[in-house]
């Protein structure tokens, strides 16, 4: 599988003010990250809020520009690819399908925009190719000249998603899909993404904080911590066998619908982390239950361990240290 | 505080929901939001309401502590908390249960929380209306819960603003709040739902060590299947105001007999359960609307086994003593290959 989106060591600041007589504070969202989504695959990305993965799908579909490093699209620099080509490649769909559509727009409007905005074919002709767009995510032609208002949340998320794929893009980068929905409405939702990525060969940026959504769908995961990425893994390694105490946490804290386990205690402490004010050595360190001397002050490496890539010092001296690797 | 030595004891469970309705108003006719629901929670007991959004689990918790819109109407055969009646119960009286005996824990912290007090304020305030020992006692007690709760350096805490917590610390402000008091009873609504999963986890054991070492009877409102398994002795779900299915935690997730249940639970990715990549099950359709009122089953529209009988008023069935649900189908799925 060759690499679609190249992350080369990117970062993402903002400035936060905290009041009138304290100085603005510098947030490093995202710290450092270097990923590539491969043509195909589903790459999960989970983290705790605030860990920088939605500031990371932001950035990867150039809404946002990187504070340093660089995003490749197909080998191009996304700065240097026009908007409208990057439009036509990757289309987003977000957490909130009641806040991301017009509440003026029809339904068919809202879909068509994209075609609009590239231009093809004449109004009916993109008429057309939105109408067959809903029909493809399971809405009836009838729906077409509603108002979002008028549909239920799962019918605005399908909405969404047409409007995302009119345009037969490569890659749709997902934030948080089915986070607002009903049970029995996610998981229309989900059939939905994994029939269209059958069917298209679609490549998809999946960001959630439900892991047994992400153990689904995705076929790597990177897990995310205070704005890194801790571990990255094929979906079925990293569930199997996490290597880095946070994904072991994160894991250990799923509440799987069996009955009789009790609640179980992933031993984080009761702290959280706080991104403006990420502490020396390892980010995660303080709420580690394996955190030794050098965790408190030298950033581990990241470490090939298998299948997997690791930042953990205990991954290092698992395996001699290596260079980085994307 | 004077409330209190007036009830009669009983025995009986602590609190008693029998044939409750709620109707609300819109411009578009009264809504039924909750339709004749029954169940009860024993002392020290879990008891879970679950459901998806719209169901009603809300409004009945807040019928249950009083605290309904002013454009909703609530009757009941029974509604009642120790034997107290809570249907007839003056206002004043209300007030003194509320907050002392029967508490209640929110979703949201940060709007169930006041913004422009400090914790310590606000925590002495439930202390000071409903024990009134004075306000010394009241700050020992909350330095006490706060450190309770799993909170670092409780005394400095309590100088500090909502504003100034994190989530996970401000719903646990929120529990030690409900717990000034000693209650008996403990009503939380989606208290985990805001937070991350690594801190659902700790409030959720908080929760449930709290329930042990207390006796506290705790009913828990949810749409979340996997807090349901873990924490509640006895689970009531709801489907479209009414409760369809109600039984022990072991009993419904091993043998859902209600095709609702059954639906939900295959929904869900389950880790072991559904292979990766596998299509989910799906609910088709849309809950019907509950305005202008329901006659026979609620979800015989969207359900697979439907038949002209389940537009009548549907029978209860009772699959063991402890397990009761309300279908035309005395056995619906029974064994589904795996």
């Known amino acids: 599988m060759s690499d679609l989106i190249e992350i080369d060591d990117i970062k993402r600041t903002f400035r936060v003010r905290r009041g009138m007589f304290t100085p603005a504070a510098t947030l490093n969202a ?19 809020s605030g860990c920088g993965k939605s500031t990371l799908a932001r950035m990867i579909l150039g809404l946002l520009p990187t504070t340093s490093g660089a995003i490749r699209i197909g080998g191009r620099d996304i700065r240097q690819v026009p908007r409208r080509e990057l439009a036509r490649r990757m289309q987003p769909v977000f957490q909130d399908p009641y806040s991301s559509l017009n509440p003026r727009r029809r339904i068919c409007d809202i879909v068509r925009l994209p075609l609009d905005v590239q231009g093809n074919g004449t109004r009916d002709e993109r008429r057309a190719q939105a109408i067959a767009a809903l029909d493809k995510v399971g809405l009836p032609a009838r729906y077409a000249d509603n108002f979002p208002s008028q549909l239920s949340g799962g019918q605005r998320q399908r909405v969404a998603i047409a409007r995302a794929l009119v345009t037969e893009p490569e890659i749709v980068v997902c934030d948080e899909p089915t986070s607002a929905l009903d049970v029995s409405v996610q998981s229309q939702i989900l059939n939905l993404l994994m029939d269209l990525r059958r069917d298209r060969g679609l490549t998809y940026v999946f960001i959630s904080h439900n892991l047994a959504v992400v153990e689904h769908l995705a076929t790597r995961v ?14 079925a390694e990293i569930f199997a066998s996490p290597k880095h105490p946070y994904t072991q946490a994160l894991l250990a804290s799923v509440l799987t619908p069996m009955p009789g386990l009790g609640i179980p ?13 990420v502490p020396a050595g390892c980010p995660f360190h303080p709420r580690c239950p394996k955190a030794f001397d050098r965790c408190r002050t030298t950033v581990p490496h990241i470490t090939t361990l298998g299948a997997a890539t690791v930042a953990c010092h205990l991954a290092e001296n698992a395996r001699p240290v290596q260079p980085a690797i994307a | 505080m004077s409330g209190t030595a007036l009830t009669p004891r009983r025995k009986a469970s602590l609190l008693e929901v029998k044939g409750l309705t709620v109707d609300i108003r819109t411009p578009s006719g009264p809504l039924q939001a909750v339709r004749d629901i029954s169940f009860e ?3 020290g007991e879990t008891v879970c309401l679950v459901g998806e959004s719209g169901c009603g689990k809300s409004i009945t918790s807040l019928a249950i502590m009083g605290l309904l819109p002013r454009s909703a109407t609530c009757r009941a055969e029974r509604l009642a908390f120790d034997g107290i009646d809570l249907t007839t119960i003056d206002r004043h009286r209300r007030n003194d249960l509320r907050g002392n005996r029967m ?8 709007t169930a929380l006041n913004p422009a007090w400090t914790i310590g304020e606000q925590l002495i305030e439930v202390h000071r209306r409903h024990i009134g020992k004075g306000d010394k006692v009241a700050r020992a007690r909350a330095v006490d819960l706060l450190a309770k709760v799993g909170i670092a350096s409780p005394a400095e805490r309590l100088g500090q603003y909502p504003h100034q917590l994190s989530g996970g610390l401000r719903q646990r402000v929120m529990i030690a709040m409900a717990l000034m008091c000693e209650p008996e009873l403990l009503v939380a609504d989606e208290p985990t739902t805001a937070l991350d999963v690594t801190i659902q986890a700790q409030i959720l054991r908080l929760l449930a060590d709290i329930r042990r070492d207390l006796g506290i009877a705790l009913l828990l409102i949810t749409h979340d299947l996997g807090v349901v398994a873990r924490i509640a002795d006895r689970v009531n779900v709801m489907y479209a105001g009414a409760i369809v299915e109600s039984a022990t935690a072991a009993e419904l997730f091993a043998a859902p007999r209600h095709p609702y249940t059954q639906g939900l639970l295959a929904c869900l990715p389950r880790p072991g359960v559904t292979m990766a990549g596998d299509r989910l099950g799906t609910i088709p359709g849309v809950v019907p609307s509950l305005v202008g009122g329901i006659t026979g089953c609620a979800f015989r529209s969207r359900c697979g086994h439907a038949v002209p009988a389940c537009a009548a008023p549907v029978p209860a069935r009772t699959a063991s003593p402890t397990h009761t649900f309300t279908c035309v189908h005395a056995h619906v799925g029974e064994r589904e290959p795996a």
């Open chain 1, 265 to 277: 205690d992933a031993g984080l402490g009761s702290q959280s982390p706080d991104p403006l004010n």
């Open chain 1, 30 to 48: 995202v710290a450092g990250v270097s990923l590539a989504v491969r043509k195909g695959e589903v790459l999960g990305i989970v983290g705790e």
């Open chain 1, 222 to 235: 990177a897990v995310m911590y205070l704005g890194r990425v801790v571990e990255l893994a094929p979906t």
């Open chain 2, 103 to 110: 508490a209640m824990i929110f979703q949201e912290p940060m």
């Open chain 2, 41 to 43: 929670v024993d002392r």
